[in-house]
């Protein structure tokens, strides 16, 4: 059975970090692509970052430039560095990868 742990969320004060860590067990997702994914309130879920399974990146534009995608493969894992929070990047943070999904870590930023 494929599980994603995800770990990391919290509160923090607009301009701080956190660093979010989700780590799968009962399969190897070394050869697919993992990601992150947040909702917010009242809106879709959408793509924040994601790496391949040659480890290239892809982010939102939004969080670009902010937000690290990061994987160790021996681990099975796919962190999240999280730098210069803003409120609105307060939302439900989920993993992914394939078919598989983690259930969620809540970060809020505050003003």
């Known amino acids: 059975q494929v599980q994603l742990e995800e770990s990391g969320g919290g509160l923090v004060q607009a301009g701080g970090s956190l660093r979010l860590s989700c780590v799968a067990s009962?399969?190897?997702?070394?050869?697919?692509?993992m990601g992150w994914y947040r909702q917010a309130p009242g809106k879709e879920r959408e793509l924040v970052a994601l790496s391949t399974s040659d480890s290239s990146a892809n982010y939102a534009d939004s969080v670009k430039g902010r937000f690290t995608i990061s994987r160790d493969n021996a681990k099975n894992a796919v962190y999240l560095q999280m730098n210069s929070l803003k409120p609105e990047d307060t939302a439900v943070y989920y993993c992914n990868t394939w078919i598989y999904w983690g259930q969620g870590t809540q970060v809020t930023v505050s003003s």
């Open positions: 009962g399969n190897t997702f070394s050869s697919y692509a």
